[in-house]
């Protein structure tokens, strides 16, 4: 007699888990069943936040946005600097109102690597480039600045293989080396 109850109680489980399961699931996905509800705060006005530091917190918050906001709109090469430190999403949005048309075009036409190279750059150097000067930017063209081009890429290419493969050489193949 008693083997038989067992064996009936372990059927009675195996068909109650499924239930147990669904009933946990439909908890998990309703809400309901969580733990205790939280102990009613006796003094609430003691427990909240003073309505003067409340107010102060607003007041830094936008004092730091105007400062931002003021800053961008001062100099342009801080606004060339923001917008190459920016994702390509956010550029879409930037605030370039401080540039020329020939600013924004050069702006505009730099690769990735050149936009990382700029925002990277200190202040003076990204506007001497704004305003033309040669060589400002390593690597980079100036605004108005045409790209030279003096015909003899293929000597450029070559020179630069030689110079990378010089500098990558162990010593003994240099003949000049002290040993």
């Known amino acids: 007699m008693r083997f038989i109850q067992a064996i009936l109680n372990a059927i009675m489980q195996l068909l109650m888990t499924p239930i147990h399961f669904l009933e946990w699931l439909l908890a998990k996905v309703t809400g309901a069943g969580g733990g205790a509800p939280a102990e009613p705060i006796s003094n609430l006005a003691a427990a909240l936040p003073d309505e003067s530091r409340i107010d102060e917190a607003k007041d830094l918050e936008r004092g730091k946005a105007a400062a931002a906001d003021l800053i961008l709109k001062q100099s342009p090469a801080l606004q060339v600097k923001t917008f190459a430190s920016m994702s390509d999403d956010d550029r879409l949005q930037a605030d370039l109102s401080l540039l020329r048309e020939d600013q924004i075009g050069w702006l505009l036409d730099l690769n990735h690597l050149q936009l990382k190279a700029v925002a990277e750059s200190s202040d003076r ?40 493969t010089f500098a990558t050489a162990p010593s003994h193949n240099v003949g000049y080396a002290v040993h």
């Open 125 to 164: 150097r990204v506007e001497a480039a704004l305003n033309g000067e040669a060589n400002a930017l390593t690597a980079i063209p100036s605004v108005g600045q045409a790209k030279a081009d003096d015909g003899a890429w293929l000597g450029h290419r070559i020179e630069a293989k030689r110079a990378a």
